[in-house]
């Protein structure tokens, strides 16, 4: 639940400590390599144009999602439009049922998990099989993602492995690629025998009607290739105008999220196979998904967290985040996108308090290819939860005592003398605020005498 | 050059010594400080807590205090970033005598930035040769005012050795409210910085509420680590 978020973190860093140290390891790594490649081309250039992309097309979303419709259609494809996740899981599950789907593989994608459509489709009698190796782990232990691009990043080697040897068979000390192997034999299998792929896009561009999937695995290709029937669940944001803005919003995605210049695959999907017995699949569906996100784009600061290319570089520069990875935010999406995505798409009541999770240290803003202002909406997000009551009273009373104080110089330096006084006796400590300060750390000694005592005596 | 100094809350009266040492060392660069004495808190903590309407009263408060000043200098990136960018936003968004906080803005400066960009300012002495010091970057200081380099050039101008440090720039779970509210995960975030300490004789930065939140946490773990304010570590430079 996201408003246990201050407990379950409290839980993960104190039961799970090797939570911690993978996520902070495997994320340092991921943002070192986005820092290379941002300093390999002129980023905050290409940043800000990937930003002018994105604010243009969604300031005309209509037109841009009438005319991939009508692409998509013209392709050959077929368009569905779900306004909220129970709409979206009917229609994919109307489709697998209509043609007697028995078991689907899955690339990873996000916008399924924000749909919940796997126990869905288990519960319509459908075989799921998760094909991204990190995703396929979680579902062989019944996880959550925990990353937007690395989902099992807060899983040792030790964990897969032990994993692996109960259910695979491997050695019990097998090496990665050992392990990347056996994964592969099941996948391979799976991939032959299904009906039906679903994954989601990275973008949708509406000039051709093209899906865009980016990965390094290949799981995704065959995903798209093989199966009778293609699924690409997108969220209505994933919009970009042209062919031509693709080409930079891939290279821009690949070096935001892992440093590379381009993913090992890309998979660019306009249509069915054009002729009974050519390469592709009999039809695919592109199912557009609201689910909150026109909500989003009506609020007067969120709409530019819809800007997102879930790279996960926010993630990564994350010093919240790299302490308890994904679980402790309670949804789909966390860290600080999630933070300011999650208000918009859930309802701020049912996100708190996931604004208040971030020490605004600003590092999640360097690193966005779509220079979303995270610090800036996370503060709006705080601004909308103080006015709506959301935040507990004491902190409200507490502020609008500092306030009332700071502006009365007089009182606040007597204020100042009985606070520090009370601190040089550890009474502060039976304030509420100064209380939750003392649970893990010293208390702060004040300074025998004030700078103002100090001033007043002449400072030689 | 005049000065005038805010001390901001915290220094007042957790690094009362560390002010008087930013204000020895003003006056050792030749500027004559003065101390606004109406001056209070300039208002962050509501600010960032999302209280606008408090965080305004005080940031108008503060805009009287330090009207008809020359240069404002305060001994904290943070406060310094509160005025130098909050400020001006905040009177934009209520829409209310913004020029009054952009000129303020223009001229108010965090301590480090004042002596390298204002006066020029970058050798101090030798006081500090031999001396081993990790440098812990404020986030408003490093993100905001982008002084990614001043403190550094400053100790070692002043003959320190600033010794490399793998979460220099890593925010140190601070963060005002957030060290109260998320009080697990801040104590964690402090924990990754004083695991990766270097060894060094001092931890120096220039922002009283991360050193308040760092000393906390390693004093609750058993560390013996030295903490000590820029201003302080700058004024024993030039001795």
């Known amino acids: 639940m996201i408003r246990d978020y201050a407990a379950r973190s409290r839980e993960i860093i104190r039961d799970e400590p090797g939570v911690r140290e993978a996520v902070t390891g495997a994320t340092i790594a991921f943002d070192e390599k986005r820092r290379k490649g941002y300093a390999e081309v002129d980023a905050d250039a290409w940043r800000r144009w990937a930003e002018g992309v994105k604010n243009h097309t969604l300031t ?4 841009y999602l009438t005319e991939a419709e009508a692409r998509l259609r013209a392709n050959g494809a077929q368009v569905h439009w779900a306004a909220d996740a129970a709409e979206a899981r009917e229609i994919v599950i109307g489709l697998a049922t209509r043609r007697a789907v028995a078991s689907v593989v899955k690339g990873k994608s996000m916008v399924t998990e924000e749909i919940d459509l796997n126990p869905a489709l288990e519960e319509a009698g459908i075989e799921v099989i ?28 030790r964990q897969v492995q032990d994993l692996f040897a109960e259910r695979l068979n491997t050695a019990p000390d097998g090496d990665p690629d050992t392990l990347a192997r056996a994964a592969r034999e099941v996948l391979r299998n799976a991939f032959i025998d299904a009906d039906m792929g679903i994954t989601g896009a990275n973008f949708l561009v509406a000039e051709t009607g093209t899906v865009a999937l980016i990965e390094n695995e290949g799981n995704i290709r065959l995903t798209t290739s093989l199966p009778r029937v293609h699924v690409a669940v997108v969220g209505i944001e994933k919009l970009l105008p042209r062919m031509t803005d693709l080409a930079g919003f891939l290279q821009l995605t690949a070096r935001a999220a892992t440093g590379q210049p381009i993913g090992c695959f890309v998979s660019l999907i306009q249509g069915p196979a054009a002729e009974p017995g050519d390469d592709g699949p009999e039809e695919v569906h592109v199912v557009l998904v609201d689910n909150g996100r026109t909500d989003v784009l009506a609020h007067e600061h969120a709409w530019e967290a819809l800007r997102c290319v879930r790279c996960g570089a926010c993630l990564n520069a994350c010093p919240v985040y790299r302490q308890t990875g994904g679980h402790a935010y309670g949804h789909v999406y966390s860290g600080p996108i ?3 995505l999650d208000p918009g798409l859930l309802g701020l009541h049912d996100a708190m308090p996931l604004p208040f999770a971030s020490s605004l240290c600003g590092a999640c803003e360097d690193a966005c290819p779509v220079r979303i202002p995270i610090p800036e909406l996370l503060l709006e997000w705080r601004r909308e939860a103080q006015d709506e009551g959301l935040t507990p009273w004491k902190e409200r009373a507490a502020l609008a005592g500092l306030a009332s104080v700071a502006t009365q110089p007089g009182l606040y330096r007597l204020a100042g003398r009985i606070g520090s006084r009370l601190g040089a006796r550890g009474a502060a400590r039976a304030l ?3 209380g939750e300060w003392a649970r893990d750390r010293a208390l702060p000694k004040p300074s025998p005498r004030t700078f103002r005592q100090l001033w007043r005596e002449g400072i030689e | 050059m005049k000065v005038a100094f805010f001390v901001t809350c915290l220094a007042d009266h957790y690094f009362a010594d560390a002010a008087a040492d930013a204000v020895r060392l003003l006056h050792h660069l030749g500027c004559e400080v003065g101390f606004p004495p109406d001056q209070t808190c300039c208002g962050q903590p509501a600010y960032n807590a999302g209280r606008t309407r408090e965080a305004l009263r005080m940031a108008e ?3 009287d205090v330090l009207a008809g000043t020359d240069a404002v200098v305060l001994p904290s990136g943070s406060c310094a970033t509160m005025v130098k960018k909050f400020y001006p936003r905040l009177a934009g968004e209520s829409g209310n005598r913004v020029s009054r906080a952009t000129a303020l803005a223009e001229r108010t400066w965090d301590l480090a930035e004042f002596i390298v960009r204002r006066l020029g300012v970058t050798r101090l002495g030798d006081g500090l040769a031999g001396r081993r010091v990790a440098v812990h970057q404020g986030c408003h200081a490093l993100r905001e005012l982008r002084l990614e380099t001043e403190p550094t050039t400053l100790l070692e101008g002043a003959g320190a050795e600033v010794v490399p440090w793998e979460a220099q720039e890593e925010c140190c779970g601070f963060g005002g409210l957030f060290s109260v509210k998320m009080t697990a995960v801040s104590a964690a975030m402090a924990d990754r910085k004083l695991e990766t300490l270097p060894d060094v004789d001092w931890v120096v930065s220039g922002d009283g509420g991360c050193v308040l939140h760092l000393d906390g946490r390693s004093r609750a773990r058993g560390d013996a680590i030295e903490f000590v304010h820029l201003a302080t570590a700058l004024w024993r430079g030039v001795n």
């Open chain 1, 60 to 63: 005309h979303l209509d037109h």
């Open chain 1, 130 to 157: 998760e094909t991204d190796l990190g995703e396929y782990v979680l579902q062989l232990l019944e996880e959550p993602p925990s990353h937007i691009l690395g989902p099992a990043l807060h899983k040792s080697l």
């Open chain 1, 338 to 340: 999630g933070s300011v």
């Open chain 1, 432 to 434: 509420p605020m100064l």
């Open chain 2, 61 to 63: 408060h503060t805009l």
